[in-house]
């Protein structure tokens, strides 16, 4: 029936989602040179969209009632940063080489597909919380130390380039080129938007903990 939820529809939602992943940011052999590689991005992007429309119609759970809407969106930062991460470091030689333009070229439709997947189910889990109250009191304290903890991460890792760059020899440096500096920078954000997500997640997690002993 339309409008309704069904558990078989959002399986198969996420299935084609995941398949879809897996064609677009592995490299699957020699799959690569067939017709069917470029399947990667359609199921990726349809399947997004029937797993967000079936979660949608998904009666809320005892689960979902008890998490906070600032720890979902922590859950959704881990995947989301995590994925552009790892994508970076597999391109790492090619970024480290100068090859920003080449490599841009093939990374702008799986980027722009990462970010429309990311806006997708934010839109769809901020539709789900309706007029429920998002922040209070105890929301603004983690989110204010997990802020903390990722630019503690980032002001650490811009002091360990600034010494490496001010104190070594030129012979030494060999390695900094400015493809490897600027991919370095663009990790260092990432990296410390995923440990403030990490903060958030402990802490409400630790919350939990304590309020069930």
Request: hydrophobic content about 55%; glycine content about 10%; aromatic content about 12%.
């Amino acid at each position: 029936m339309a409008g309704e939820y069904k558990a078989g529809w959002l399986a198969v939602g996420v299935a084609m989602a995941l398949l879809g992943c897996w064609l677009v940011f592995l490299e699957p052999g020699s799959f690569a040179e067939s017709p069917a590689y470029a399947l990667g991005p359609v199921l990726l992007a349809s399947g997004s969209v029937l797993a967000a429309i079936q979660f949608s119609l998904r009666p809320r759970g005892g689960v979902e009632e008890r998490t906070a809407p600032a720890e979902i969106e922590a859950w959704l930062v881990l995947l989301y940063a995590g994925a552009l991460f790892f994508y970076l470091l597999l391109h790492a030689q090619a970024f480290s080489q100068g090859q920003w333009r080449e490599v841009a070229k093939g990374a702008s439709p799986v980027l722009l597909q990462m970010a429309v997947f990311y806006t997708v189910v934010s839109v769809v889990l901020r539709a789900r919380r309706g007029k429920s109250v998002l922040e209070d009191e105890r929301d603004r304290q983690i989110r204010h130390r997990a802020v903390v903890w990722g630019r503690g991460v980032l002001v650490g890792i811009v002091m360990v380039l600034a010494w490496t760059l001010g104190f070594s020899s030129a012979e030494r440096l060999q390695w900094a080129t400015p493809g490897a500096m600027g991919l370095l920078l663009v990790l260092a954000l990432l990296l410390s938007w995923w440990i403030q997500a990490v903060a958030t997640v402990a802490q409400y997690w630790r919350d939990r903990r304590g309020a069930a002993a």
